[in-house]
């Protein structure tokens, strides 16, 4: 059946826009936080790391996608980390190669893209059942999701927490008080805990537009 | 002696798993409802760090990185494997799981039905990994500390589940607002623990 629908379809359209907002990877379905958390106090390594979790995924959505019928059951764990670790130690690779900073920015973040419980969980519950084009779809559209919520958080801690976006300044240096201004970073910002405290609050904005998301 | 003393209460408390670095937040999250299942899981975390940590040690210590592999023949003196790295550490991870999976079913079946699903998962803990991957930084000088770091950064873990279930269970009984209700709250309760946890890092030891 599905082999004569067309490429974007509706269904396979939905794939893609669904993690963005209804089942989006970290807010909704809880997963992937670790990294998500540690690489946002500045908005580049955030996008970097959103990108690489969007290479890995789809790549290894497809692999495991086309090789899902000839996976042993009670082996499929080891064999998806070998695949994941693969993919893995290309984009360290590659990153080490033509970024080199952020990649010592990210350090050890981008090997733990191996355990990122996106990758495992989006290949247990999708790539092992689908065919390989819906499942590049759901692995673009689940990374992409978690990029999304990667960059918001970037955003907003770098733009708070140094003045800077991507490393440019945005807030003009007369308005900091050390130049007769009115303006203080705040240093907070910077430190892990208000990742926490950002996603928090992305959830709470999230849901209270989003109503039938609410736990109750 | 006092290495190790300061090595261990700074994998504890000063660069706590969950609040410094943010490992193992998936199951952090996932099981903190109550506090028995999370001292649970606490437990096998700190033993599978105990154990991964040293053989990952010694594993990149005498075969991954450059020039380790000297002591099999001087001729290997520039060999460089070191990119063989996270696909080794998680295959050593996945088997040391796979093999406290079984003790523990063998030893302790009661724990074992009720860890349930999430030993397995142990595998794919951020703070696992993310233990080994640490290791190239801090330098350790011979696997006692490495041994110690180990075990210390599972302890760590096990505080701030056991911390964060324990607050969950509190605040099962408050009125907090519709959206925030179950996840929303669990992340800025955590944010404010980390927050507290922060107050340790002045601390030079």
Redesign the interface.
């Known amino acids: 059946m599905s082999d004569r629908d067309p490429l974007f379809s509706k269904k396979n359209l939905k794939l893609l826009s669904d993690p963005m907002n209804n089942s989006n990877p970290i807010t909704v379905q809880v997963l992937g936080i670790c990294s998500a958390l540690a690489v946002t106090a500045q908005l580049k390594p955030s996008v970097v790391m959103a990108i690489s979790v969007v290479a890995v995924l789809a790549l290894a959505n497809v692999i495991i996608s086309l090789l899902r019928n000839t996976i042993p059951n009670r082996i499929r764990i080891i064999v998806q980390l070998v695949v994941i670790a693969a993919l893995v130690i290309l984009v360290d690779q590659i990153l080490k190669a033509y970024v080199y900073d952020v990649s010592k920015q990210l350090s050890v973040f981008v090997g733990l893209i191996i355990t990122n419980c996106i990758i495992m969980g989006r290949l247990e519950a999708f790539a092992l059942g689908n065919k390989p084009w819906q499942s590049f779809l759901d692995g673009m559209g689940n990374a992409a999701g978690y990029g999304v919520i990667l960059i918001i958080v970037g955003f907003f801690r770098e733009l708070f927490g140094a003045g800077t976006l991507y490393g440019y300044k945005i807030i003009p240096d007369s308005w900091y008080i050390a130049n007769g201004g009115f303006y203080e970073n705040n240093g907070l910002m910077v430190l892990s805990p208000m990742a926490l405290v950002a996603v928090g609050i992305i959830i709470w904005v999230q849901r209270s537009k989003n109503r039938q998301l609410i736990e109750d | 002696m006092e290495n190790l003393i300061n090595i261990f209460i700074k994998s504890i408390f000063i660069e706590n798993m969950v609040?410094?670095?943010?490992?193992?937040?998936?199951s952090y999250?996932?099981v903190s409802k109550k506090v028995s299942t999370s001292a649970g899981l606490g437990i096998a975390v700190i033993f599978v760090l105990g154990i991964t940590v040293p053989v990952n040690y010694l594993l990149e210590k005498y075969v991954l990185n450059e020039g380790a592999l000297v002591w099999l023949s001087e001729s290997f003196d520039n060999v460089d494997l070191s990119?063989?790295?996270?696909?080794m550490?998680?295959?050593i991870i996945?088997s040391m799981v796979q093999l406290v999976e079984m003790v523990v079913e063998k030893f302790a079946p009661v724990l074992y039905n009720q860890l349930g699903i999430f030993l397995?998962l142990i595998?794919?803990?951020?703070a696992?990994?993310?233990g080994s991957?640490?290791l190239q930084?801090k330098a350790f000088i011979n696997v006692g500390e490495a041994t110690v770091y180990g075990l210390g950064s599972g302890i760590g873990w096990f505080l701030a589940i056991v911390g964060i279930a324990a607050i969950r269970e509190k605040i099962e009984y408050s009125n907090v607002?519709?959206?925030?209700?179950?996840?929303?709250?669990?992340?800025?309760v955590?944010?404010?623990?980390?927050?507290a946890f922060?107050g340790f890092m002045g601390i030079k030891l």
């Open positions: 609040f410094a670095y943010f490992f193992g937040m998936c999250l996932a990119f063989l790295r996270f696909i550490f998680i295959a996945a397995p595998a794919v803990n951020c696992i990994l993310g991957l640490f930084q607002p519709a959206p925030l209700r179950g996840l929303g709250i669990t992340f800025i955590t944010g404010l623990m980390g927050l922060m």
